[in-house]
């Protein structure tokens, strides 16, 4: 088997022409879809530059992982279907030479997510099983998207970082062991129980009315019963409550509130990791949530 250290040394030398850098997610732009980060303007849609039409075109295949039929952010695609959908964006780069060394600081979120489904794609699930403790290429941009980056902004430039991200976690759930124990998640008391229920009703019958209410209900059972330990049943109920929510504007607020928590929740790479281990469909009711607003 594979390690986790192997494999990522691996992807990091064969992969160092695609690997964002936190100074690729700084680039200067002034389109739809950007935003001020750290006191500058990003072009986060990646609409600007010479190469802007090869992005957009490979943008097309990074959605189609949870926009065409029969495909869903709550849903692992099969292998077959990363790895094309995977070549036809690699493709469309390399006509307009958009991975080019003359090229390095352009588009930082296509790169990330040309990164994270390249993850996606690999076959042994134990090398993602701290990928971004190991890898702080990697980890930079994710943690500058996520904690510095509005959520609204990354979600109006149309990359869908946050189900790439889930893609991630539902790949670590294919080997036994990986993800959280249910103390880790908050699964093992009364009020993470009943929103495992809760959720699972309300996503299976695609009722966004559920959503908010298994939202709503987690975190008054657990103010209720004085719940403490672990941040991540209470983030997943937010991101219900947002995910499920009609209101564009509630919607937002929610979002803004959801990341105003993960800021306390996840600093460091590690602590990535084990977000990213999670039993919860954090991520993908995050994905549902921003999907609205995408470009």
Known sequence: ?????????????????????????????????AAVVNGQTVDLACLEGPRAVGWQRAKLYFRAVFELEGTSPLSLPNREFLVASLDGAMQE????????????????????????????????????????????????PVMTMLLDVPWAATAQAGWPIFGLLGLLNM?????????????????????????????????????GNMLMQAGANYLARAEMAGTQGSALAPLTALAAQAAGNPSAQERLGFMQVLQTAFKQVVGSAAELDVALSTNWPVWCLIQLAVEPFAA
């Open 171 to 207: 790949k670590k759930g294919q080997l036994d062991g990986i993800l959280n124990t249910l103390e880790i998640d908050g699964m093992a008391d009364v009020p993470g129980q009943a929103l495992q229920i809760e959720l699972a009703t309300a996503l299976q019958a695609a009722d």
């Open 1 to 33: 088997t594979t390690t986790t250290t192997t494999t990522t040394t691996t992807h990091s030398s064969n992969q160092a022409a695609t690997m964002p850098s936190l100074r690729s997610l700084l680039t200067l732009g002034a389109a739809f879809g």
């Open 93 to 140: 780069l390399k006509a307009v030479n958009a991975l080019s060394p003359e090229a390095p600081d352009e588009c930082g979120l296509g790169k990330l997510s040309l990164q994270l489904l390249t993850f996606a794609t690999v076959e042994d699930p134990a090398a993602l099983v701290q990928i971004f403790a190991g890898l702080e290429q990697l980890s930079s």
